[in-house]
């Protein structure tokens, strides 16, 4: 199944408690399903077929009516429920389905928290159901009693405790709209054991449609398009910046459409990558603080600045007073909340861009901007000589993590699907990997979570089954979420794992040496021997230390049917560049 | 670095019209603390609207900040709408609850006067204690704390505000003021709100 659409057909109820019989007229319908086993069938209603999760105490009813749902619902065991809620991610930002976790009360919902805020930035559709305890006992200090609502409740958007098997079927219809629609987050139900035992009478399930004060997709005003349209008509040096909102609003034909008409130069933040090819000639590369060169320096350059999808992110503006000073602000945004947020908008154009985009092409005229265009090509010159071209094509006897990523887009033709981790072999990936499709960079964009990419690559997999997937980890963060190498092992999935191994916390040793004088405080981790641990697991693998040893390495893991790992030992102590210092404007950006 | 122009903090009052939902006071709450910033009053009740709660909260800020935690409270799935005003633009009041002991009311005819002058109203006349209650502004309230301090003043409490906006078809214009920046076009909400225009004045 491709889409996520709910549909209303219900299985087969897997009835625990056997019908009544027939009751006289007054008294209610008589219970047919327990909560527990009426939570999988509103799972299956709603297009679910794959679960993350890990059991224990408050959910083993759910667990229970699992048992008799597995050739339907395919459960993916993980090593920890963090791992479980960034599979479900992984999961969610290939398909572009809503990501399913199970965890049980107390510390498995509490392991949920670091997935919630990084679903909740980077609006991510999750639906986490937590086991609690039974409803009497709440507020006790139970066994494994934790207030998980009221935790959660800053890194969801929205969640709901459910006390009673009655109120499961509304609860869950709210949280798959609410997760999936408008702009998309993580939201918690947390059922209580009580709730999930109890028999109830479960009619019919109806997915939900309406929120009465909930408005998910603003309603599009056409005069400020004619504004906006009239602003990039007139614009001599427009400039397009697009983030994940073109993903996430299915809209890249779209916003392809728009930029072909209307010639603009288009740059992407990190989530953004891969809505337009990377090979795209319209495509002039990455914003941000390790954002390629000519995008940052030109943002201060512009006349008409055009954000799509994007939040101005500070990692994206640099400082804030000195950011596109002299450019009219056009802000395309599903969510009101971000329009003026960081950056005041000249015109806000609120709307699903899916929308608004095909209205704003129709009323662009056709442009190409040559001699703008070539100054994107004359920085990017300049970016090439000074650090490109040492990072993929490197002279000296190191290893570069560019050149890695360079070989393998050589072996993939950037048909893969790229998770990346956090630090700096995250920003070489989004730099350099080359993306012919959307939904291909899978990384933790603003909550910079280290450990993300190994269980997000899994859960990748088994969103998109049919692509290669390739996770690129540093050596600190692949040991934050290790344990999920026994999830491989047991699911027999297919991820291949590069650990791009500078035997370092590489972006926090760079910080150190540019602005701490070179006090590497507490930086020099240790590894295992990965390529051992890997074994352990019954997942072949090879460690890299020789350039001529790299190509046959990366077409041997490519090859093989099945995991595989690459421990690729890289230079030690090499930056990151360009970068715009903390504090710095864009145009302040750095080449060396 | 924005369109708002650059103004002294000072008291706002934001309205807030939402569902009634356990837990939604702490995820409107955490929205000023995750900013580090005091709420200074906070009231609940039901609106005109059946189902409908407002929350009416005061802090201390510059408009700037104000208009974008009113936004990120509006963002909250069981929040309609939500509005932000001045002192200015609203009708406010605050009620106060005062114990004195009753002998020294009896014997002394200022106080009498004093709470004349003041608009206290006696709730409850015990042998041993009254409790007097004044509805006003915040200044008032406090100066009768100051009026009855020597007079023994046993207890004193202070409610959170409540406020009416002024103007009488101040709905429509915030509205569209609102339209200017804000997306919703609030459908069902708003025809219900403008056909109560004589009652409902915000």
Known sequence: ???????????????????????????????????????????????????????????????????????????????????????????????????????????????????????????????????????????????????????????????????????????????????????????????????????????????????????????????????????????????????????????????????????IPAAWTILGAGALPTDHPLNVGMLGMHGNYGPNVLTNECDVLIAIGMRFDDRVTGRLDKYARQAKVIHLDIDPTEIDKNVAATVPVWGDCRETLPLLTAL???????????????????????????????????????????????????????????????????????????????????????????????????????????????????????????????????????????????????????????????????????????????????????REELQPALQKMLAHPGSFLLDIMVAKENNIFPMVPQGCSVAEIRLK | MSQFPTIDRQEYNITAYTENQVGLLNRIAIIFSRRKINIESLNTSPSEIEGIHRFNIVITETEEVVSKLARQIEKQVEVLKVYYNTNADVIWQEMALYKVPTDVIAEKASVERLLRENGARAVVIRKDYTVFETTGHREETDNLIKVLQPYGLIEFVRSARIAIIKASDGFNHKLREFERREPSEDVSENEFLNSRDAVFTM
């Open chain 1, 364 to 546: 662009v005229e056709p442009k190409t901007h040559p001699e703008w265009h070539q100054r994107f090509r004359d920085h990017m010159a300049e970016e090439v000589a000074a650090v490109i071209n040492d990072e993929l094509f490197p002279t000296g006897e190191e290893l570069t993590m560019g050149e890695v990523i360079q070989q393998l887009n050589e072996l993939t033709q950037g048909e893969a699907i790229i998770v990346t981790d956090v630090g700096q072999h995250q920003m070489v990936a989004c730099r350099y990997a080359r993306f012919n499709h959307t939904r291909s960079n899978i990384t933790s964009g603003g909550l910079g979570t280290m450990g993300f990419a190994l269980p997000a690559a899994i859960g990748a997999k088994f969103g998109a089954p049919q692509r290669p997937v390739v996770a690129i980890i540093g050596d600190g963060g692949v040991q934050m979420t290790i344990q999920e190498l026994g999830t491989i092992m047991q699911t027999g999935v297919d991820v291949k794992i590069i650990i791009l191994n500078n035997r370092f916390l590489g972006m926090v040793r760079q910080w150190q040496e540019l602005f701490h004088t070179r006090r590497y405080s507490f930086v020099d981790i240790q590894s295992p021997d990965y390529v051992t641990v890997a074994s352990g697991y019954r997942i072949p693998g090879q460690r890299v230390e020789a």
């Open chain 1, 1 to 263: 199944m491709l889409t996520n659409e709910p549909t209303t057909a219900l299985a087969e109820p897997e009835t625990t408690v056997s019908a009544a019989p027939a009751a006289t007229e007054e008294t209610a319908p008589a219970p047919n399903s327990t909560g527990a086993t009426a939570v999988l069938n509103i799972l299956l209603a709603e297009g679910v077929d794959t679960i993350f999760g890990y059991p224990g105490g408050a959910i083993i009813p759910i667990y229970d009516a699992l048992y008799d749902f597995k050739e339907q619902l395919n459960h993916v065991l993980v090593r920890h429920e963090q791992g479980g809620i960034h599979a479900a991610q992984g999961y969610a930002r290939a398909s572009g389905r809503v990501g399913v976790v199970f965890a049980t009360s107390g510390p498995g919902a509490t392991n949920l928290v670091t997935g919630l805020a990084d679903a909740l930035i980077d609006s991510t559709p999750l639906v986490c159901i937590t086991g609690q305890v039974f409803a009497h006992l709440l507020g006790t200090d139970a066994f494994q009693e934790t207030d998980i609502i009221n935790i959660t409740t800053p890194v969801t958007k929205w969640n709901y405790q459910v006390t009673k098997a009655e109120e499961i079927p509304e609860a869950l219809a709210k949280a798959f709209y609410i997760a999936r629609s408008g702009r998309p987050g993580p939201v918690l139900i947390d059922i209580t054991k009580n709730a999930q035992q109890q028999a109830f009478h479960f009619a019919s399930y109806a997915p939900c449609t309406h929120i009465r004060s909930y408005r998910p997709v603003p309603i599009v005003r056409p005069e400020y398009l004619r504004e906006a349209a009239a602003l990039i008509n007139q614009a001599r040096r427009p400039f397009v910046l697009w983030g994940q909102g073109v993903v996430l609003g299915a809209a890249e034909r779209e916003f392809k459409a728009f930029i072909e008409k209307s010639g």
